[in-house]
């Protein structure tokens, strides 16, 4: 699997709209080999998150983060931000789920 952490930092008051802005995407828009998707929320600042993706291999993960819908979805985000965001892709050595 290959997945990626993004580190987000939101602007105040942004989190309802990034929330209903990313939710809609994930629900409304299947992607082919997307495994796993989460979004955790910092207890210490409530404007900063972390989104946890994986996909079945890079070749998924790449032909996800190329597609313009993707980027289109990107760009509606980005507008909510304080800083860009900061990415850490790689592969994923363990995934376990109960």
């Known amino acids: 699997m290959f997945g990626s952490i993004a580190k987000v930092k939101l602007k105040p008051g942004s989190f309802e709209k990034m929330f209903d802005l ?3 995407n994930i629900e409304g828009r299947p992607v082919k080999g997307r495994v796993f998707n989460a ?3 910092s207890q210490s600042d409530p404007d900063e998150l972390w989104s946890v993706v994986g996909f079945e291999d890079e070749a998924a993960y790449r032909a996800n983060a190329n597609n313009p819908q993707t980027s289109e979805v990107a760009e509606q985000l980005k507008q909510l931000m304080a800083a860009p965001p900061e990415w850490h892709d790689g592969e994923i050595v ?4 109960w």
């Open 22 to 24: 990313t939710k809609s």
């Open 39 to 41: 979004v955790f929320r």
């Open 94 to 97: 363990w995934d376990k789920r």
